[in-house]
């Protein structure tokens, strides 16, 4: 079952462009939603956050949008540079005050072309 | 540099063989958590540790375990294996459990 989702695997914008990657979950526990980036042969690194009390958190270039009614997210790279092409995957947590695990999507691959 | 460090960074084994993979996590950070990323994947959670206690156990065959030692540094022992574990296998850490995660670089397991 899988609890995150990112329907689109790839995506292709061009420079300068916004680029918009999408994100549902199933799970009403969530409360805590992150973007990470991934270029090959390294590990995800962190981008942005956003808890379930607000529906907007902005960082630069990247500004990430919670529907909590929808069960939706979406992260926004405006304008988007090619070094923005990786992949990026959607997490999302449910903390219990004990632990907390995150849950990952499958990703979406952006390429940003000139 | 995330400042979380896995060893090896490659490994190729046979089949029924046992591996273990070693993380060592950010400073100061009491939560390691590993992940797998099997080819075009996403990060599948299999277990997490908080100051040498499991916490949180996700998709983890019983083929493999792990554990936290005293200095904080983790093992993943894989057992065993098969030709489908073959994977990325990512360590992750945080200060506590509920603030964002910092990734090593990843261990690529392949089995032969």
């Known amino acids: 079952d899988q609890q995150v989702k990112q329907n689109s695997p790839s995506l292709s914008v061009q420079e300068g462009r916004i680029s918009i990657l999408n994100c549902d979950y199933t799970n009403s526990m969530f409360d805590y939603f992150l973007w990470y980036k991934k270029y090959p042969a390294e590990g995800p690194t962190f981008l942005i956050s956003i808890s379930s009390i607000k529906d907007k958190n902005e960082d630069g270039r990247f500004t990430v949008f919670l529907n909590k009614s929808a069960k939706h997210l979406s992260l926004h790279i405006v304008p988007s540079q090619p070094g923005d092409s990786a992949v990026y995957f959607c997490a999302a947590s449910a903390n219990t005050g004990t632990a907390s695990k995150l849950t990952f999507g499958t990703g979406t691959r952006l390429q940003v072309t000139l | 540099d995330s400042g979380v460090t896995q060893t090896p960074k490659h490994l190729i084994t046979a089949t029924g063989q046992r591996v273990t993979l070693r993380c060592s996590p950010r400073s100061g950070d009491l939560s390691v958590y590993w992940y797998q990323q099997s080819l075009d994947q996403g990060l599948q959670f299999l277990i997490q540790?908080?100051?040498?206690?499991?916490?949180a156990k996700g998709n983890i065959l019983e083929r493999f375990s792990a554990q936290q030692f005293p200095d904080l540094h983790s093992e993943l022992n894989l057992s065993s294996l098969e030709l489908g574990d073959s994977a990325l296998y990512f360590c992750?850490?945080?200060?506590?459990?509920?603030?964002?995660?910092?990734f090593g670089q990843g261990t690529r397991l392949t089995v032969v």
């Open positions: 992750a850490s945080s200060p506590h459990t509920d603030t964002e995660a910092f």
């Open positions: 540790y908080y100051n040498g206690e499991e916490r």
